[in-house]
């Protein structure tokens, strides 16, 4: 496995941008009982606002996939680092409900930007171990996560506020515009009747295909990392620093599956490997449930399974769809984002209406279904040879 030596500098950027991007991203389940508290909302409530953040990523990964092809991933990478930057230093200023949606709303557009421009360059820097690569830069989110978690817990506990702490992410933020001022991205190949290719898209099923493989890959993660700490202090009365040791466990868990899983989905294939992942991962989260507060350990390693799902996802769809890779990874993860709004709102709803230990049912539910939607894409793609 060869990298090259030009390409190091734009690896490292892309490293550093999921390792801030995951600090930012995984507060979110610290700070719901805070903001539940101090907002005066409920779970629902909540919910419809953190999923502006998902209204955000929608525009972003249209724009992104777009300017990616017109203006240059360059151009993508400043505009999505300036726009998180920005973003995140209105946090500290928050004083309602609206403001904080606008915040996450302006976020959403920044990441979702980052992530096409990342997830569409990686594979072409790394021909013939594109699932590793992908996993291991993607391992970087799974590293600030639990390097967020590790530390937001005692924070909080030692009453350190949420806005303090957003305050601290923005300086994270900031250095990632310095970086990706002095990329040099390679010309990125794409096919000469970009018209035609990209009406062609819009016919081809597999993209609906893998528009409801990737809703449920994103909502099953959403899930896991946005109510697992709400789920053990509702259900099982921990304090803040009890349940964010499981968490930390899960983006342990989840860090290690995106170093180490990489490497065992290439030996597998790529959809098979997944479709192991995605089983496994769902019966840990099964049984862990089954066994209540008992089983918390289990549902936390379960993280290594869950881990390599959206990564390996988007090396799938560079494969599939080559010739307009950056548009198709644009296309998907915009309708997949509208549909994640509905989902996500609708797990919210779920933890007010049924609880929230019923309600976390949802998460293996949805590692099944993704897995069954891939076993579909699988045939879909056999047919299609």
């Avoid at 539910?365 to 299609?384: D, H, P, Q």
Wanted: aromatic share 16%.
């Amino acid at each position: 496995m060869k990298i090259n030596k030009k390409n190091i500098y734009l690896i490292f950027t892309a490293f550093y941008i999921y390792f801030t991007m995951a600090l930012f991203e995984t507060s979110k389940g610290n700070f719901i009982p805070f903001f539940l508290e101090e907002f005066k909302v409920n779970n629902a409530t909540l919910s419809l606002v953190l999923s502006m953040g998902t209204v955000g990523c929608v525009i972003g990964s249209f724009l992104g996939g777009l300017l990616c092809d017109k203006k240059g991933h360059k151009f993508v990478f400043i505009f999505g680092s300036i726009i998180s930057t920005i973003s995140v230093f209105i946090a500290p200023f928050t004083n309602n409900i609206f403001q904080l949606g606008l915040f996450y709303f302006l976020f959403g557009i920044g990441r979702s930007s980052l992530s096409i421009a990342v997830d569409s360059m990686v594979p072409v820097l790394s021909i013939g171990f594109e699932v590793i690569l992908m996993n291991v830069t993607h391992f970087m989110y799974g590293v600030g996560s639990f390097a967020g978690q590790s530390a937001y817990g005692n924070l909080l506990s030692n009453g350190v506020t949420w806005r303090i702490i957003y305050a601290f992410m923005g300086i994270f933020f900031a250095l990632s515009i310095i970086l990706t001022l002095f990329m040099k991205t390679p010309n990125m190949h794409v096919v000469e009747n970009r018209a035609k290719a990209k009406k062609d898209l819009y016919k081809n099923p597999l993209i609906y295909m893998f528009v409801a493989v990737v809703t449920f890959e994103l909502v099953s993660e959403a899930a896991i990392t946005t109510w697992f700490i709400t789920y053990m202090r509702i259900s099982y009365g921990l304090n803040p620093a009890d349940a964010g040791k499981y968490a930390s466990i899960f983006f342990l868990s989840f860090a290690i599956g995106r170093l180490l899983g990489g490497f065992i989905i290439n030996k597998l294939g790529d959809l098979r490997g997944l479709k192991i992942f995605l089983f496994l991962g769902s019966l840990l989260v099964f049984t862990g449930l089954f066994l209540r507060e008992s089983g918390l350990l289990l549902i936390s390693l379960s993280g290594f399974f869950l881990s390599v799902g959206f990564p390996t996802l988007m090396v799938i769809v560079n494969k599939t769809f080559n010739q307009n890779a950056s548009f198709a990874i644009g296309l998907i993860t915009t309708i997949s984002n509208v549909l994640y709004v509905i989902f996500f709102n609708l797990i919210g709803l779920l933890n007010d209406v049924i609880g929230s230990y019923n309600a976390f049912y949802s998460v293996p539910i949805l590692m099944l279904s993704c897995m069954a939607m891939l076993i579909v894409i699988t045939r879909k793609s056999n047919e299609l040879k």
